[in-house]
């Protein structure tokens, strides 16, 4: 069972930046797709970012590119989500999620683990 921990949300002011970390409790990391994913109230989950774990390409959501890059750190388990010009739309509770040895990435039924989620919040 792979455990994962995010951390970085908050409250910040509309144009501003914020960067999330999520950490594994697997020493494999490197064998894990880890997908970024958002959830606003009274909205489905919607895909943000994802790293596959055989591929160093970065994917990114059509709302976010541009704006947003994610990356990680295979020693430290830890992926990070690089959140910039952020605007109240980008509202919601973040997740990462991790499936090992998968090639798909776009929805949340590609993953078999989930963090709890951090908040971020956006003000006008």
């Known amino acids: 069972q792979v455990q994962l921990v995010e951390s970085g949300g908050g409250l910040v002011q509309a144009g501003g930046s914020l960067r999330l970390s999520c950490v594994a409790s697997?020493?494999?990391?490197?064998?894990?797709?880890v997908g970024w994913f958002r959830q606003a109230p009274g909205k489905e989950r919607e895909f943000v970012a994802a790293?596959?774990?055989?591929?160093?390409?970065?994917y990114l959501g059509e709302s976010v590119k541009g704006r947003f890059s994610t990356s990680r750190d295979n020693v430290k388990k830890t992926s990070y989500l690089q959140m910039n010009r952020l605007k109240p739309e980008d509202t919601a509770v973040y997740f990462c999620?991790?499936?090992?040895?998968?090639?798909?990435?776009?929805?949340?039924?590609?993953?078999?683990?989930w963090g709890q989620g951090t908040q971020v919040t956006v003000s006008s």
């Open positions: 697997e020493r494999t990391f490197s064998d894990y797709t």
């Open positions: 999620a991790a499936a090992r040895y998968s090639g798909r990435y776009l929805r949340p039924i590609d993953y078999h683990y």
């Open positions: 790293l596959r774990w055989n591929s160093e390409s970065a």
